[in-house]
């Protein structure tokens, strides 16, 4: 009868043994294979190098990762991009979202802090005519048009670009390289709306620009 209990108290512990064995490698196969099921372990993140990174995670705009579970309702009124190589949601419904003002010389000389941030800022817009390297516009402030002649030289303009505002109807000088030409309007400055982007490390243009998506002539001081 001892031997009897002896041997089923071994087949007992060899049972769940094997239990567990097979319990672990049951999890590890879910865990493994299965890991949609376990959104919590993926972490959000909004890094990005392209607009296709970026994804709408409820009313997040995020980075794209699978396995990252999200609620099925997005913004009607906003679109997610890679701005900065930070996903962003940007307005695109009737009005303006709010904008930083930002000093126009403040911005040209720490441009990397405000890359991501929608801003504001006031200026006149110079396009580059001459056969050089560089970008096309550049937004420059009250201060140069008071004495660009001694200014040009100096760190007082911002780049600018837009695919939303046709930049060439509030040109106020042109430079060719050597000369200034004042174009004359019927405003004293405009204000720029728009995003900071940090494009890198490139060979014929600006590493910092701001992307304009509004831009507003006014009539008055």
Known sequence: MKLFLDDMRKKGVRLTLFIIILLAIAIGFILGTNYKNFPIIISPTTECHTDNDCSWCGTDCIKY????????????DSVCECIGNRCQAVFVGTTTISARYVDLNYLAKNPDLYVGSYIKVR????????????????????EWLRDFKSLSESSTGMAIISSESDLEDFVEYTFDGKN?????KNFFYVEAFGFVKDRGNVMDAARYVLEIDNIYPQLAE
């Open 65 to 76: 990762r699978p396995g990252l579970a999200c609620p099925d309702i997005m913004p009607v």
């Open 123 to 142: 200026g006149h817009v110079v396009k580059n005519v001459g056969a050089f390297f560089g970008d096309t516009y550049h937004l420059q402030s009250d």
């Open 180 to 184: 200034y030409t004042h174009i004359p």
